[in-house]
């Protein structure tokens, strides 16, 4: 009865220390989760601390932007301005030209001659859209996909610019015309590489890499860096 008794205890004993030992393992992992949760950044919104300023290196993820997407930066970028409903985009830290861009504008400029624009409704094909505008000399498209996402890409240079008489002697090509009411577009000379994803829970990306010609070589790969951990959901969503 005795050693009856005795292996009860031991058994016992046993039984408590595994609890115990998961209980101290979901606790490790609990904290391990609310302190990879606490390094998610967000691009800043505060333009007089940011601008300028590089971003620190890290896991981050859209708030306004839709829709929803998350994405590692390394050191050497800055913010393009505030993060939109439908655009947001990233500099290259020593050189402000290098930009990659995001867009999802419900509205485009549609270049007639070279004269005038007009804001008309997306395209239903912004692949072809983009490859018939009259100021950009596109190259062959691609299959890609970003995030899981399928889509296209495709490298342009910018031939040409649209001057209104708002805007003599200007050397923008506008291309999406933001839901703030600015506009988002390429400067005459640049290249290119459009990535547009047609479907992204129901919405259309298109994203730039744009650069000079001479500098695209280099940049490229610091963009491409960013978009291959593209996901498409906030964080914890």
């Known amino acids: 009865m005795q050693r009856q008794a005795l292996m009860r205890l031991v058994l016992s004993v046993g039984m408590l220390t595994i609890v115990m030992i998961v209980l101290a393992a979901c606790g ?19 333009s007089q601390t940011y601008e300028g300023e590089p971003l620190p290196a890290g896991r981050y993820a859209t708030e306004e932007f839709k829709p929803a997407m998350s994405f590692n930066l390394a050191k050497g970028w800055i913010r393009g301005g505030p ?3 439908d655009a947001w985009g990233l500099q290259d830290i020593e050189n402000d030209a290098f930009w990659l861009y995001f867009s999802n504008a419900e509205e485009v400029y549609d270049p007639k001659g070279s004269e005038r624009v007009k804001i008309a409704p997306q395209p239903e094909d912004m692949v072809a859209w983009l490859r018939a505008n009259p100021h950009l000399k596109p190259e062959e498209p691609e299959p890609t996909s970003v995030g899981g996402e399928k889509g296209v890409r495709f490298d342009a240079i910018v031939t040409g610019a649209v001057e ?3 805007c003599p002697g200007c050397v923008d090509l506008p291309l999406f015309h933001e839901s703030h009411g600015d506009t988002s577009g390429v400067e005459k000379g640049e290249k290119i590489r459009f990535i547009v994803l ?8 298109t994203i730039m890499v744009e650069s000079s010609p001479q ?11 960013v978009i291959e951990t593209v996901e498409w959901k906030g964080w914890r969503t």
């Open 28 to 46: 490790e992992g609990g904290s391990a989760q609310d302190e990879k949760a606490e390094k998610v950044r967000h691009i800043p919104e505060d």
């Open 83 to 85: 993060e939109f409903r």
């Open 164 to 166: 209104t008489p708002l």
């Open 198 to 205: 047609e479907d992204v829970k129901g919405e259309t990306v």
């Open 215 to 225: 500098g695209f070589d280099e940049f490229l790969p610091k963009a491409q860096q």
